[in-house]
């Protein structure tokens, strides 16, 4: 299919390299360098969607990142993006897009249909209908909006792209590659500062590559090629492409995405899709340009109806026509470069100029050139449906508020042109305060507030000489101030046009009798009559208007809409724009895919995934693994056809039995050194530690200073001023936060240290009734009798060549040992364990024996330890001195935690001895009750008890203590249960706790 | 991410902090009688003022040390930081 609407000499695009692209099933062919609009205008395509609340036809209006239409769904390499800008994606062989927003097709859009009832949808339509039936929301209301809002669909498929994070430091962030960043990056790169340019487009220059200027006798595109190319060969500075600074965040921190594969047909391999860089800057110059604003007026957003400054890249960009009989309608002279690139292309536009007259430099070339300007003229209305047909046009009076009869002239395309608005998002982000600048009608950077400088048309700056100007000055400045060097470079020889002034008009009135829509917000369909009605509902705050309206909340964010939108507010309310304010400006300043703020951090690489030094063993011996915190602990070892119910009871009832092994080594361990150690403990936990013997361990319990227990372990003296604590794995990090709290701030005249050991020694659990046995074999040399090393004994020992630590410590209730070894040492510890446990009918265990062991003999763990329950709800107020003062004593005093019928942890066994009983459930007097059902306790732990063979669990119950011997039932709505169960010791185990002394 | 200057080790990104609260809350000392009042303003009562704020944060991805950090809570403005022994203002 031949390109109809494309140019035969003009334009950067590879002429050398045809792409082909499908469009809504369509084949089309498009340049290398080419945009998915470009491409597409080239073709002669003006349809591109549908509006996203009357489903009107939506074209192209712009040519990048302003752009309100064309927003299409992308498919590429097996996957697809909903929400991509035509106007930015570039051309690739074999690129697929489809329109959004319309059903069944673009061309025939069922949902236009609103476009005739637009009387039912004006603004806050939502908030007024669908409020009742209240019951309608969820079955009605929320369905049927999902289907009709948005832009494309998300893909349900797992992302196979890569994204990646970068973190990156430099001197000067210059944020756009205009006239202002590569002059203020040259001036500073060449004193020495480490720069990085960003340009969201693939092409650098800005409007040097549009506009008809020349610097030191180069063509600005010229210029701007030679900069860049300079600036790339410089080891200091870091020139980027397709990438886009999004967001100003505090101190300097700034965040840009770079599309790296985007432009291409898929990403290589190791490659990254798109790259999120966390970039800290000393100073930051915005030289982020500005976007030309559109002139309200009829049917303002019929296909053809374009911005003047989009027509002209469309041009000599890309060598492509937006129109063939173009209308140029205009209040500024800058559209007059659009208009004189037309005529120099053999086709012939009409200037239509608001302003009375005007003699600048421009119109002169305008009028020499003999194209058609008619001043004092506006459009009243595009015709047309899908594509501009005609306009009517008319005279307007001086003070622009009548008009003189309406003309009707043929068109293609109305390229408008309301003057600039400078992008100042990034200014505002950084918290910096803006000011309303008459002369050009929009709001600039004022006060900075962290380190940054607006130069350039951003900066309200629309005259080449003077931007240059500053923007060499500003670069050596900044970079002087950092670098302390001083060397200036030249300001170039800039010739340009001379502009007169803008006319301040922004809108159209409607003729008598007409009602055309006349848009505001080109991608929430926001039109003059929506604020107008708002204002009559009573909304005044800016704020509130835009809420209600939705004016500038689509995904563009308002970037041609918000200053219209302003003007209209400020007129009817009769006041000033700057009286009125802007919205705020929040980041992301252009829409940013999830995947790259997620970057990496996905499923295994959520978090960091630790290891004991024994994994590879467990691996190798059918381990099933276990989630523990970040390690990955062993929660069973199967064997044959097992679950984990029938492995983890086998492992169990062996260390009643015989002996078992578990590796313990992601418990916390903490080394506590210096003279105060033991006074330091004596204050942590709630037990006494000043008489504790070198070679001994104790267990302890330690509170946060509300009373709540933090955290449980036994700590061991290791010798006169040397301790080693351990603390549940979950609990280590903090525990050792909170130690260095205390020492650090509350208490530092104790004269200790303390840091983590735990990734310093591996351990081992040894338990059952034959561990001693086991034990004498493995340390023949060491005496490990009940007299030689009795419970709650420690002693050092040597495991055939290696140092090893004894611990006489249980956790399952049986007479049990933990042995440390350093690290590197684990592995062989282990497998010795394993080889010689084989005569006694050893086997490992994992967590969930472990568990079933600890609850069946009542010792507490982290889901009894939950952070609600203070010593006495879990039984260890037998711990707590009366005698001495310690971290959260008198928030035991409070009266709440001394009531006689205060919870405390009790056994619970289902009446029938069959029915595990679910962890979580409630337990209850009555199961029949009246909701909402007093809950007297919940199941914190359940197990199946390998001692009694029947199920059983741990409970918090209300007045636990007088609750041995009832009946009461275990319910769990979530698994639809109810469980007839009796209150029994938590010891359900050895109550005497006979065997750990044996 | 605001960008704090750690006495210890220089400027490093708040990734590597926890924030620890007011700094100038004093726990009181051990083995003094002390009324459920006083008690109660030290374990749950804090300020939350707008403006000037003298905090704790943790180094805890770094030294380790708690610093303190006098910070403005609603321009997010560092204007000193303190090793936790040295006395401020």
Known sequence: ?998 | MLYIKCPHCGLRSQNEFAYGGDASVKRPELNKEISDQEWDEFVYLRKSPRGKHLELWHHVSGCRQWIKVLRDTSTHEIFNTYKSEEKVG
């Not at chain 1, 007059?336 to 608001?354: Q, R």
């Not at chain 1, 290791?718 to 301790?723: D, F, G, K, L, V």
């Not at chain 1, 203590?961 to 039932?969: P, R, T």
């Not at chain 1, 938590?986 to 706790?993: L, N």
Request: net charge positive.
């Open chain 1, 1 to 998: 299919m031949r390109q109809n609407y494309r140019l035969d000499k003009i334009g950067l695009v590879n002429r050398e390299k045809k792409l082909s692209f499908k469009f809504n099933g369509k084949k089309y062919f498009g340049y290398e360098g080419d945009t998915l609009a470009s491409a597409l205008i080239a073709n002669g395509v003006h349809l591109v969607g549908r509006s996203f609340k009357y489903h009107r036809p939506r074209g192209f209006f712009g040519a990048g990142v302003d752009e309100p239409y064309a927003i299409v769904q992308l498919y590429r390499n097996g996957e697809t993006e909903p929400n991509v800008r035509a106007t930015e994606q570039e051309l690739f062989e074999g690129l697929e897009a489809k329109s959004v927003n319309c059903w069944p097709s673009v061309n025939f859009d069922i949902g236009a249909i609103n476009n005739f009832l637009n009387i039912f949808l004006p603004a806050g339509f939502y908030y007024k209908t669908f409020m009742w039936p209240r019951s309608f929301w969820y079955r009605i209301y929320e369905p049927f909006i999902r289907k009709a809002a948005g832009f494309g669909v998300a893909s349900k498929e797992h992302d196979k792209e890569r994204y990646e994070h970068k973190y990156e430091y430099c001197d000067l962030l210059i944020a756009g590659s205009g006239p202002s960043g590569l002059a203020s990056a040259y001036a500073a790169a060449k004193n020495g500062a480490r720069v990085i340019l960003a340009e969201d487009k693939p092409r650098f220059g800005g409007s040097l590559l549009t506009s008809d200027v020349s610097i030191n006798n180069q063509s600005g595109k010229e210029w701007a090629d030679n900069i860049i190319t300079e600036l790339k060969g410089m080891t200091n500075v870091t020139v980027k492409n397709r990438a886009q600074i999004f967001g100003y965040y505090d101190h300097n921190m700034l965040v840009m995405s770079e599309r790296v594969t985007d432009h291409l047909p898929k990403s290589e391999q190791f490659t990254p899709k798109q790259r999120l860089w966390y970039i800290r800057a000393k100073q930051v110059v915005i030289s982020s340009g500005s976007i030309e604003r559109p002139i309200v007026f009829g049917n303002n957003d019929t296909p053809g109806v374009v911005l003047a400054s989009a027509a002209k890249e469309y041009m000599k960009v890309y060598g492509v026509l937006v129109g063939k009989k173009p209308i140029v309608f205009t209040n500024n002279d800058s559209a007059y470069e659009t208009a004189i690139e037309f005529k120099k292309n053999n086709i012939n536009p009409i200037v239509l100029d608001s302003r009375q007259d005007s003699n600048s430099e421009i119109i002169k070339e305008a009028k020499s050139l003999g194209i058609d300007i008619k001043f004092s003229h506006v459009v009243v209305a595009a015709k047309g449906y899908k594509k501009v047909k005609s306009c009517d046009i008319a005279e307007i009076s001086e003070d622009k508020q009548n008009l003189n009869q309406i003309k009707n002239i043929e068109c293609d395309c109305i390229c408008v042109s309301g003057f600039w608005t400078p992008t100042i998002h990034l200014a505002s982000q950084s918290g910096g305060k803006t000011k309303f600048k008459e002369e050009i009608d929009a709001f600039v950077p004022d006060k900075s507030k962290q380190k940054e400088v607006t130069l350039g048309s951003a900066n309200g700056v629309f005259t080449l000489e003077e931007t240059l100007k500053t923007s060499f000055d500003k670069g050596f400045e900044l970079s002087k101030e950092i670098t302390n060097n001083n060397n200036s470079q030249q300001i170039p020889k800039v010739s340009e046009k001379k502009h007169s002034k803008h006319d301040k008009f922004w809108c159209v009135p409607l003729p008598k009798g007409k009602k055309y829509k006349r848009f505001l917000d080109f991608q929430n369909d926001v039109a003059v009559s929506d604020i107008e009605l708002a204002i009559r509902e009573g909304y005044r705050s800016i704020e509130h208007v835009k809420r209600y309206t939705t004016l500038g909340m689509a995904t563009d964010q308002g970037k041609t809409s918000n200053l219209n939108g302003l003007q209209l507010v400020s007129n009817i309310e009769n006041k000033v724009v700057p009286a009125v304010g802007h919205t705020t400006f929040r980041p992301p300043y252009t829409p940013i895919s999830i995947g790259a703020i997620v970057g990496r951090e996905i499923g295994k690489h959520s978090k960091p995934t630790r290891k004991s030094p024994m994994h590879n063993w467990h691996e190798k011996n059918n381990a099933v693994f276990v989630d523990a915190g970040v390690w990955l602990r062993p929660r069973y070892y199967k064997r044959g056809n097992e679950g984990l119910f029938e492995a983890s009871k086998r492992e169990a009832e062996n260390v009643r039995k015989n002996v078992g092994v578990c590796d313990v080594t992601t418990l916390g361990k903490i080394d506590i050194k210096g003279p105060d150690a033991a006074e330091f403990l004596n204050r942590v936990y709630t037990n006494a530690w000043l008489k504790l013997p070198v070679g001994k361990a104790r267990y302890g319990v330690m509170l946060r200073e509300d009373g709540i227990v933090m955290d449980d372990g036994t700590t061991t003296r290791i010798s006169e001023n040397h301790y080693h604590m351990t603390t549940t794995t979950a609990q280590a990090a903090n525990v050792l936060s909170h130690l260095e709290y205390y020492l650090q701030l509350v208490w530092p005249e104790l004269d200790v240290n303390v840091v983590s050991t735990t990734e310093q020694w591996a351990g081992a659990a040894i338990a059952g009734p034959k561990s001693r046995d086991l034990l004498q074999k493995l340390f023949p040399d060491t005496d490990v009798s009940n007299e030689g090393l009795p419970f709650m004994g420690f002693v050092e020992a040597n495991l055939f060549g290696v140092n090893a630590r004894i611990f006489r410590i249980s956790f399952s209730g049986e007479l049990a040992y933990e042995v440390n070894v350093e690290s590197d040492n684990g592995n062989f510890m282990w497998e010795k364990i394993i080889e010689i446990g084989k005569d006694f009918d050893l086997q490992p265990y994992g967590t969930e024996a472990l568990s079933t062991l600890r609850i069946e003999m009542g010792h507490v763990a982290g889901s009894e330890l939950d952070g609600r329950t203070i010593p006495y709800d879990t039984g260890l107020d037998g711990l707590v001195s009366k005698k001495k003062d310690f971290i959260g004593k008198r928030s035991l005093l409070k009266k709440a935690y001394n009531e006689k019928d205060r919870q405390r942890l009790v056994g619970v066994v289902p009446l029938d001895k069959k029915t595990s009983i679910p962890e979580g459930s409630h337990l209850v007097k009555d199961p029949k009750g009246k909701l909402p059902n007093p809950k007297l306790g919940h199941i914190s732990a359940s197990c199946w008890s390998v001692e009694h063979n029947n199920p059983f669990s741990l409970a918090i119950l209300k007045d636990g203590k007088n609750m041995i011997g009832s009946k009461l039932y275990a319910m769990s709505p979530l698994k639809n249960k109810t469980i007839a169960v009796e209150i029994v010791s938590s010891h359900y185990v050895d109550p005497k706790g006979e065997r750990v002394r044996s």
